[in-house]
């Protein structure tokens, strides 16, 4: 209830600091194509943006929402992706969805979160058979809406790591393709792993469900975290085959 508003007010000042510093990512966020800092701008919902063409196909839009949220003002502009040479723009296509993608999971936390606490207040919190499942089945979307800002984030400053000063294939290191794939392949490996292990014992974790507040754990169960995705017997049958 506290955290996402304050998540989403940070978010709205950092596109302070785009604006300023990284106007070819905000005009890739936005798909704006038009040169020229003349508003009032629209904020195009969905299009599907292309860069050859430089335009936006099957676009809907609304009017001057954009100049509100970007500049504050009803009628503020801000430069296009067409002010900018085609070197130095970012590839648009990955940046708009990913930002709507970040967005859109943004506000349905922000009702998820608004709808238990008022569940909360009223006392009824585990009674909505809707909210619960809705829960149940919404607890991934942070970490969606994290990788959604990170490939905005990275996609969106390219073609330089540090913007105006040093460009992303003069950063490249020289280590070979080989050993990069190498390293690659191990991460995606050991975090597989790591990942499959923590969402398969989340997972039971959610579907057990809560279970009465006890002061100590029941007898043969041990204290650890793993209980609560385990039942008695399992547990101290595992004990004791351990013990034989």
Do not use: C, H
Not at 85 to 95: F, G, M, N, S
Not at 132 to 158: C, Y
């Amino acid at each position: 209830v506290v955290l996402v508003p304050l998540q989403i007010f940070v978010g709205d000042a950092s596109g302070d600091d785009v604006l300023r510093y990284q106007p070819a990512k905000l005009a890739a966020i936005e798909a704006k194509w038009e040169a020229g800092t003349e508003g009032p701008v629209p904020l195009v919902l969905f299009a599907i943006p292309s860069d050859e063409d430089e335009r936006n196909y099957f676009e809907i839009s609304v009017p001057r929402l954009a100049s509100i949220i970007v500049t504050k003002t009803w009628d503020g502009g801000f430069e296009g992706l067409k002010d900018f040479a085609v070197d130095d723009r970012p590839p648009v296509l990955l940046p708009f969805f990913a930002f709507r993608i970040m967005v859109g999971l943004g506000v349905i936390m922000l009702g998820l979160a608004y709808w238990g606490g008022i569940s909360w207040a009223r006392g009824n919190l585990g009674k909505s058979r809707l909210f619960l499942r809705l829960a149940s089945w919404s607890w991934p979307i942070g970490f969606v809406a994290v990788l959604s800002g990170w490939v905005v984030a990275e996609v969106g400053r390219q073609p330089w790591v540090a913007t105006g000063i040093l460009r992303t294939v003069d950063a490249a290191s020289p280590i070979s393709a080989s050993q990069v794939a190498t390293t690659l392949v191990l991460f995606v490996i050991v975090y597989g792993i790591v990942f499959s292990a923590g969402l398969i014992y989340m997972n039971r974790l959610i579907n057990k469900g809560p279970g009465p507040a006890t002061a100590t754990p029941p007898e043969g169960l041990p204290s650890r975290p793993l209980t609560g995705a385990t039942g008695p017997e399992e547990t101290t049958g595992s004990a004791a085959t351990a013990g034989g």
